[in-house]
């Protein structure tokens, strides 16, 4: 078996919460992203270089798995995980499932590409609707390659639900209610929410865990517990899906100007420090 | 919006329903059926040989918008004072309205909060939409998405701006969805195209490795969320004058739904990147917390603060407000000395807003020197206590 280091969650080290006899629905929100912190520049004609880039689970959407695996093995009730993507984001559902999620629903359908995030939260808003009934929904804050952070609260107030964003420790949860940590610049505050409600997670949360062999193994089955719903499932028209539905377009993308005409002071150490003194005083910064 | 069949002319050939990704068409005693499968995407209209399938989608129409009018701000509050941004978003809305000849306004929201009026005043705001209530004393998500879409609907502005705070970035994309707006993340460009009059929204995209340019065509007010420090704040010479608008707003307790138990305030001094004149920032290179010493030295020397890149961050060498870079924050400092940085795209935009910058670094071929107005090839280790030496015997002398 293969080491499981985050298998204890801040939830449970402080004790405060104990276990309760009572089902809780859990449905996390995921997305299969580029790793973007892996993606290189052509140096000669300054072009990314989006070939042999991974895909990976969105980092702040793991700790949200975490939270949701943990939590279903404090109580009873169904994890399930949400994802919108080409049919290729089945393999971010499968390793959900493989980090101990119950069930996965893919939402796969050319017409949902090129949405932006109203489109997105609204057809991700259909399929939760779709799902039988749940407690909590959570998400991870924001994907590493849009960095919007738009989709939890839109999808909140598309189900009318109350949101706590910026999620760094669960206090407490009961079947009525639930009371988080919520980071803020200068802090945190204490918030207290009835359920169901939607969470959005940052990484402080907790360590998410490594998938499970054998669970991983299951997932990549034929008769793995993952369904797939297209744009017909959800019974939405595709003129408010995808880029037909979104609000927003994007007009042009260009590479970020960044260069500067830079100068490379020489010699050794105190001459380049004089060097870097002399243009330090002369534009009056020192 | 949907698909009709002519009966008249359907031959109940199958083409359509082989072809129908939804199943949502099926051939029924020899005739086409459209069914509630059926999602109006149109596939079925070019396959038939008889052109028995029609539809009534039309393409996306943009409504007429020529009633809006007006540039409109959050004013946010942090620590008993107008943020920042509010400021800066308010000289932003200034440049703005000069391109549509219209006003900038402020939305302000609180509990007995007449006394920022004044300073909104002073960076520009031409008019104060004022919402005064128990429940909005400190921000809460549901009675300021309330309050603020019930000001959006009665005034009808033409472009609302929000800083992209941890705030503004809970409570913009609850509004675009209650109202059905196109809302745009984390913009570091705002302008105004001459063509059309509608806002030029440009952020980075793809991890910071792209900039796109985004507009909102289909819905008014356009809505942004703009990055803190990407604009300078700055007073406006001759105060004209402000309008109040007062707005009864219908709170009742219920809409509260959340409960703010208590706030925790760091003990720790509040470390302000944004108003730093100086930043020392570290990178991989500094190699340990250990490493970072020299550069609060020099961060010292030089009256600046310290910083780090996400990996000096993660390696937990740094507090995450210290961070600069795409997940981090914006800078744009008089000086920035990049210390062991490489230079990642990422964290780059983060800094490229800086009015000059130093970068030390091993790697001669290390794309920070790009970003740099002078580089040095070396051991930041040796070079930077150097430097230090050398800044203070200057103040010595």
């Known amino acids: 078996l293969l080491e499981r280091p985050g298998n204890t969650t801040r939830c449970e080290d402080n004790k405060r919460s104990v276990s309760r006899d009572f089902a809780m629905n859990i449905i996390t929100l995921i997305k299969q992203v580029p790793d973007t912190t892996d993606i290189k520049t052509d140096p000669k004609t300054g072009n990314l270089i989006r070939e042999g880039v991974e895909s990976i689970i969105n980092p702040d959407d793991r700790h949200a798995i975490e939270m949701a695996v943990s939590l279903k093995e404090r109580y009873k009730g169904k994890s399930t995980v949400v994802s919108m993507g080409p049919p290729q984001a089945i393999d971010a559902i499968s390793e959900a499932l493989g980090m101990g999620i119950d069930?996965?629903?893919?939402?796969?359908?050319?017409?949902?590409?090129?949405?932006?995030?109203?489109?997105?939260?609204?057809?991700?808003?259909?399929?939760?609707?779709?799902?039988?009934?749940?407690?909590?929904?959570?998400?991870?804050?924001?994907?590493?390659?849009?960095?919007?952070?738009?989709?939890?609260?839109?999808?909140?107030?598309?189900?009318?639900?109350?949101?706590?964003?910026?999620?760094?420790?669960?206090?407490?949860?009961?079947?009525?209610?639930?009371?988080?940590?919520?980071?803020?610049?200068?802090?945190?505050?204490?918030?207290?929410?009835?359920?169901?409600?939607?969470?959005?997670?940052?990484?402080?949360?907790?360590?998410?865990?490594?998938?499970?062999?054998?669970?991983?193994?299951?997932?990549?089955?034929?008769?793995?517990?993952?369904?797939?719903?297209?744009?017909?499932?959800?019974?939405?028209s595709v003129q408010e899906i995808g880029l037909a539905g979104s609000l927003t377009r994007v007009m042009k993308t260009f590479s970020p100007k960044i260069k500067r005409e830079g100068e490379m002071l020489k010699g050794d150490k105190t001459e380049v420090v004089e060097q870097l003194i002399e243009r330090l005083t002369g534009n009056h910064l020192i | 919006m949907a698909i009709f069949i002519d009966y008249d002319l359907c031959t109940g050939c199958k083409r359509c329903e082989k072809i129908c990704p939804y199943n949502g068409i099926e051939v029924k005693d020899g005739k086409a059926v459209v069914n509630e499968r059926c999602t109006s995407c149109g596939v079925c209209i070019d396959t038939c040989p008889e052109n028995a399938i029609s539809s009534d989608v039309k393409e996306k129409e943009i409504p007429d918008f020529s009633d809006r009018k007006g540039i409109w701000v959050f004013a946010e509050q942090a620590d008993g004072a107008i943020a920042k941004v509010t400021k800066e978003l308010l000289g932003l809305g200034q440049l703005l309205a000069k391109d549509l000849n219209q006003e900038v306004s402020a939305v302000l929201l609180g509990n007995n909060v007449d006394h920022f009026i004044e300073e909104l005043q002073a960076y520009g705001a031409q008019n104060v939409y004022l919402a005064q209530h128990e429940l909005l004393s400190v921000y809460q998500t549901n009675p300021y998405t309330k309050v603020i879409s019930e000001i959006i609907l009665t005034n009808k502005p033409n472009i609302f701006l929000i800083g992209a705070t941890p705030i503004g970035r809970d409570l913009a994309p609850r509004i675009s969805m209650r109202l059905n707006l196109g809302l745009t993340a984390d913009c570091t460009e705002l302008s105004i195209d001459q063509e059309d009059g509608l806002l030029l929204q440009t952020r980075p995209a793809f991890g910071g490795n792209l900039m796109a340019t985004i507009k909102t065509s289909y819905s008014r007010p356009q809505m942004a969320t703009v990055r803190p420090g990407v604009m300078e704040s700055k007073k406006i010479d001759t105060a004209s004058h402000c309008?109040?608008?007062?707005?009864?707003?219908?709170?009742?307790?219920?809409?509260?739904?959340?409960?703010?138990?208590?706030?925790?305030?760091?003990?720790?001094?509040a470390v302000s990147l944004n108003d730093a004149k100086v930043i020392v920032a570290g990178g991989r290179g500094v190699g340990s917390e250990e490493g970072l010493k020299p550069l609060f030295e020099l961060a010292e020397a030089l009256g600046g603060e310290v910083a780090g890149t996400r990996i000096v961050v993660e390696e937990g060498w740094l507090p995450v407000e210290r961070q600069v870079g795409q997940t981090g924050q914006t800078v744009r400092p008089e000086l920035y000395v990049a210390c062991g940085i490489s230079g990642a795209i990422q964290h780059r935009a983060g800094m490229l807003g800086s009015r000059y910058v130093i970068a030390i670094n091993k790697d001669e071929r290390a794309p920070i020197f790009e970003a740099a107005d002078w580089g040095i090839v070396g051991d930041l280790h040796e070079i930077i206590p150097t430097l230090t030496h050398a800044i203070l015997s200057r103040k010595g002398n």
């Open chain 1, 103 to 236: 069930e996965g629903i893919l939402l796969t359908d050319r017409n949902f590409g090129g949405a932006d995030t109203w489109a997105t939260s609204f057809t991700l808003g259909k399929a939760i609707e779709k799902v039988d009934k749940y407690d909590l929904i959570l998400c991870g804050r924001q994907a590493i390659d849009g960095d919007t952070a738009q989709i939890g609260p839109q999808v909140a107030e598309f189900l009318g639900l109350p949101q706590l964003t910026y999620v760094m420790d669960i206090e407490d949860i009961d079947d009525t209610k639930i009371i988080v940590k919520r980071a803020l610049v200068n802090g945190y505050e204490r918030v207290e929410s009835p359920l169901p409600a939607l969470i959005t997670v940052i990484g402080q949360l907790n360590k998410p865990r490594y998938p499970r062999v054998d669970l991983l193994i299951n997932a990549c089955k034929e008769n793995a517990r993952i369904t797939i719903w297209n744009a017909a499932d959800l019974k939405v």
């Open chain 2, 243 to 269: 309008e109040i608008i007062h707005v009864d707003s219908s709170l009742m307790k219920e809409d509260a739904i959340t409960r703010v138990l208590e706030f925790v305030g760091e003990k720790k001094k």
